[in-house]
């Protein structure tokens, strides 16, 4: 057989413009690609809601790649324990009730598992604004290949459509500060200190609807309440971005 150069662009281009099209609009998209925000979209998926996952890096996975101080371990709690059985992840007791797993087979698996409930990835995309009009909900998103603006190039956007929006993006909250940027109803307090207990148990409380048609989880949920970090423990992460796939399917009446 005579592979075609040719062919092998067109396979590339049609595919991908097909999902691009295809996720114009879309019930829910996912923003951010760390570990709430990869079970969020996985567990949507397996609902059998639509979903776009749209992470800004080359690689999916967010913070979980690097572990602790980049040791690549990631430590869950027992609250959490049952979402590493459901992902398929390995792991060990390290001491009563703290499970160690690695944190590159966590991340794949995650991957995995949001591939398999259907969820399409769209990586090298920035969301760089978020639209509402005058029913003052966030109805779609402004996104632009990321090596667009780190080439400082002035090259105009497209727009999205979703009918649900979840803010999965982390430290900076990149979504909600969007919005408080432009006068939308909504503080952004800025992540506190260091304390594991308490940011992981606030976290999964602080995972809601925070504007109309925008939801927050992860990380994210607890920079905009202004509450504490966890360091290198993930189980919260991983019951927020459950957490806030129940909240969406709810509102999608799903
Ligand atoms: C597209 C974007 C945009 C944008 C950002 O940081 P993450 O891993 O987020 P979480 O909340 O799922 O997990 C947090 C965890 O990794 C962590 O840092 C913990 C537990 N820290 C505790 C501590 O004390 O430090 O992933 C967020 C993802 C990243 O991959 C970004 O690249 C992506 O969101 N992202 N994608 N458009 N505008 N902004
Ligand atoms: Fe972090």
């Known amino acids: 057989m005579t592979l075609n150069e040719v062919t092998i662009?067109?396979?590339?281009?049609?595919?991908?413009?097909?999902?691009?099209?295809?996720?114009?609009e879309t019930d829910v998209a996912v923003i951010g690609g760390g570990p709430s925000g990869l079970a969020c979209a996985a567990?949507?998926?397996?609902?059998?809601?639509?979903?776009?996952?749209?992470?800004?890096?080359l690689s999916i996975?967010?913070?979980?790649?690097?572990?602790?101080?980049?040791?690549?371990?990631?430590?869950?709690?027992?609250?959490?324990?049952?979402l590493l059985d459901r992902f398929g992840v390995t792991y060990r007791e390290f001491e009563p009730g703290y499970y160690v797993a690695k944190s590159v087979e966590t991340v794949a698996k995650l991957i995995a598992a949001a591939c398999d409930a259907g969820v399409e990835f769209f990586n090298l995309t920035t969301v760089?604004?978020?639209?509402?009009?005058?029913?003052?909900?966030?109805g779609g998103l402004v996104v632009n290949w990321t090596p667009v603006g780190m080439a400082g190039l002035h090259v105009d956007p497209l727009t999205v459509a979703c009918t649900c929006t979840?803010?999965?993006?982390?430290?900076?909250?990149?979504?909600?500060r969007m919005i408080e940027r432009k006068g939308g109803n909504l503080q952004v307090k800025g992540e506190s200190f260091m304390w594991a207990e308490r940011a992981e148990s606030r976290v999964i409380e602080h995972t809601k609807?925070?504007?109309?048609?925008?939801?927050?989880?992860?990380?994210?949920?607890?920079a905009v309440a202004g509450e504490c970090r966890m360091g290198p423990i993930f189980?919260?992460?991983?019951?927020?971005g459950e957490r806030a796939a129940h909240l969406v399917a709810e509102k999608l009446g799903r």
Not at 166 to 176: E, L, P, Q, S
Not at 235 to 240: D, F, I, P, V, Y
Request: hydrophobic share 45%; glycine share 16%; proline share 2%.
């Open 209 to 222: 609807e925070i504007f109309p048609g925008l939801f927050v989880t992860g990380m994210a949920a607890n």
């Open 235 to 240: 189980g919260g992460m991983l019951l927020s």
């Open 61 to 82: 996975g967010g913070g979980m790649w690097g572990g602790g101080m980049m040791f690549p371990r990631i430590v869950v709690q027992e609250e959490a324990r049952r």
């Open 9 to 24: 662009s067109r396979a590339i281009l049609e595919e991908q413009h097909r999902a691009l099209v295809d996720y114009l």
């Open 166 to 176: 979840v803010d999965a993006t982390g430290h900076d909250a990149m979504i909600a």
């Open 128 to 138: 760089e604004d978020v639209m509402v009009r005058g029913d003052g909900r966030v």
């Open 43 to 57: 567990l949507l998926g397996e609902r059998g809601v639509s979903c776009a996952l749209i992470e800004k890096k």
